[in-house]
């Protein structure tokens, strides 16, 4: 980890929680190919079925519909994965540093206004698809800062940054 001069002013090292930007993608490619899917199949379905009323309009609006759903869901995950591409959070002893896409931005807990969590609704694979558990740090900037769990440990993450800006219980570090 390379630390810059403003990330020691934040005391010593605490650990790391780094966004899986892959899998994001990963994702993406896999809506985008369940939308292609869908839609070359149905588009021509669709075409043929024109002054019908047997079962294939509804089968063709279907696959129509999971076309639409993957393109869309795809094109966010895409866009999501690109616009977090090396996302991290470094915790320090006074405070945290966020990076992402080359750029660090030094947070000291005086500078969080609010944490709040949300997770664990019980949904089947909701954390494998990054929508289950969700972590915001707002700023007394107003700017937010959202967490999903394409973040390793993100519970642990807004317990941290929880108990430092709200109980006043600071990190510990273990390194330099």
């Given at each position: 980890m390379r630390r810059t001069e403003a990330a020691?002013?934040?005391?010593?090292?605490?650990?790391?929680?780094?966004?899986?930007?892959a899998r994001r993608l990963r994702q993406a490619g896999i809506w985008l190919i369940a939308g292609a899917a869908g839609t070359a199949v149905g588009l021509p379905m669709a075409i043929a079925s024109v002054g019908t009323t047997d079962g294939a309009p509804e089968l063709a609006g279907l696959l129509l519909g999971i076309g639409l759903m993957g393109w869309g869901l795809g094109i966010w995950r895409l866009v999501q994965a690109l616009r977090t591409r090396e996302q991290c959070f470094d915790i320090h002893e006074r405070g945290f540093t966020h990076r992402v896409a080359g750029t660090a931005t030094v947070i000291s807990w005086g500078d969080v206004a609010q944490v709040s969590t949300t997770g664990g609704d019980g949904r089947p694979l909701a954390d494998a698809r990054g929508m289950g558990s969700t972590c915001e740090i707002q700023l007394h900037s107003g700017?937010?800062?959202?967490?999903?769990?394409?973040?390793?440990?993100?519970?642990?993450?807004?317990?941290?940054?929880?108990?430092?800006?709200?109980?006043?219980?600071?990190?510990?570090g273990r390194g330099r």
């Open positions: 020691r002013q934040l005391g010593r090292f605490v650990r790391e929680h780094r966004t899986d930007g700017r937010r800062i959202r967490v999903d769990a394409f973040t390793e440990d993100i519970r642990e993450l807004a317990a941290v940054v929880h108990r430092a800006v709200h109980l006043g219980q600071f990190p510990q």
